[in-house]
C-alpha cells in the first residue's frame, strides 16, 4: 500500500510530485542501544490536525509570532486564521461532531486550555486546570465524547475526559508509568482509544482502551524526534506519524492485526500531524526547511507532495 503512486489533485494543490517510502515489517518489541537519551528540545512543537468529513481538514500550529493559527481547508481552499487563545506549546486537534472543532494547548500558566468553535464562530477560550509538562493530544472516541492526554510535570500521563451525558470534564491516570516525549491519541470508535508516547530511548510506547480499564504498555521500537501522530480511519486501522532523529518523515501502521513501519524519502524539521477524512486517506503535515508549514497526503493509490501552504511555524 504505501509507495510512490498516481499524482491526484489535493487540496490547495497546483502541482505536486510524489514521496516515495520504504515499507518494512515492524517486530513488536525491537531491542533498543543503552545510553540513547530522548531527544527532547521539540517535543513540543509541530503543527496538529483534524478532519470533520470529506474535503474538511483543520490545521493549528504555534506561530513564530507566538500566536495559535488555524489553516483551514474547505469550499475557499485553504484559509489562514488566527485563534482567540495564547498557548505555550504545540496544540491538539479534535472533532467531537460536524459542527464543532476543540483546540487544546497549554497556558502560559501551564494548565490545559480549550478553545472551541461551534458551527464556525470561535467562543472563548476557559481552563481545564492540571500542569503540563508539553503539549496536549485529543480525539473523539464517541459522538460528543472528548478525551485529553497529557504528560504531567511528573512525566505520568493524564487523561481529562468530557461526558456529553453528565457534561462534566473528569481528570484520571490510565497508566502509572512515566514518559518521555507528548502523547497522541487515536480513536476508531465505540469507546476505543489508542495512545503512543516515547519511552525513555525515543521508542515509541503503546497502550489502548475498549472502554474498560488499559492494557499494559507495549514497546514498538524505533528512535523518534519529538511528538507523535496518530489517526484510524477504519476500525482494526491505525496510522502513526513521527520525525525520526535523521531528520526523516517515518510511519507506523497497523493492519490486519500486525504493526509494519515505512521510512519517507522527506526530511522535515519538526513532529508531524497527520488526519484522515475517510478510508484510504491521509493528510499529513509538518514544518518545511524554511518555517513554512507544508502537507503530503495518501489517496489510496500512492503519496503526493509535499506542498508548501505557507506561514511561518514553531
Known amino acids: 500500500m504505501i509507495g510512490a503512486g498516481l499524482v491526484l489533485m489535493s487540496p490547495g494543490a497546483a502541482s505536486a510530485t510524489p514521496v516515495s517510502s520504504t515499507a518494512v515489517a ?3 518489541a525491537a531491542q533498543q542501544p543503552p545510553g540513547l537519551e530522548f531527544d527532547s528540545p521539540d517535543r513540543s512543537q509541530g503543527p496538529a490536525a483534524a478532519s470533520a468529513g470529506v474535503n474538511q481538514i483543520d490545521t493549528v500550529s504555534l506561530g513564530t509570532d507566538g500566536h495559535l493559527w488555524a489553516d483551514s481547508y474547505g469550499a475557499r481552499g485553504w484559509t489562514w486564521s488566527q485563534l482567540p487563545v495564547v498557548g505555550t506549546s504545540g496544540a491538539a486537534v479534535a472533532v467531537s461532531s460536524p459542527t464543532r ?3 487544546f494547548v497549554r497556558g502560559v500558566a501551564g494548565d490545559l486550555v480549550d ?3 461551534v458551527s464556525g464562530v470561535w467562543q472563548a477560550a476557559k481552563s481545564l486546570g492540571g500542569q503540563l509538562a508539553g503539549a496536549p493530544a485529543a480525539v473523539s472516541p464517541n459522538p460528543g465524547a472528548l478525551a485529553v492526554f497529557v504528560l504531567g510535570t511528573d512525566n505520568l500521563l493524564y487523561e481529562d ?4 451525558t453528565t457534561m462534566e470534564w473528569t481528570w484520571s491516570r490510565p497508566v502509572g508509568r512515566p514518559f518521555y516525549s507528548d502523547p497522541t491519541a487515536s480513536s476508531w470508535g465505540n469507546g476505543r482509544i489508542d495512545v503512543f508516547a516515547g519511552g525513555y530511548y525515543g521508542d515509541v510506547l503503546h497502550t489502548y482502551t475498549n472502554g474498560s480499564g488499559w492494557t499494559k504498555p507495549e514497546d514498538l521500537g524505533g528512535q523518534s524526534a519529538g511528538r507523535l501522530s496518530a489517526v484510524s480511519w477504519a476500525v482494526g486501522r491505525i496510522d502513526v506519524f513521527r520525525r525520526a532523529k535523521s531528520g526523516q518523515l517515518t ?6 492485526g500486525r504493526w509494519n513501519s515505512a521510512t519517507f524519502n522527506l526530511n522535515i524539521t519538526a513532529p508531524p500531524a497527520v488526519t484522515s477524512w475517510a478510508p484510504n486517506r491521509l493528510d499529513v503535515f509538518s514544518r518545511g526547511a524554511t518555517g513554512e508549514l507544508i502537507h503530503l497526503w495518501y489517496n489510496g493509490a500512492g503519496w503526493v507532495g509535499p506542498e508548501s501552504l505557507g506561514g511561518q511555524i514553531v
Not at 475526559?161 to 456529553?164: E, G
Open 251 to 256: 510511519q507506523l501502521f497497523y493492519a490486519a
Open 161 to 164: 475526559a468530557y461526558s456529553p
Open 26 to 28: 515492524l517486530p513488536l
Open 115 to 117: 478553545v472551541a468553535r
Open 101 to 103: 472543532l476543540d483546540v
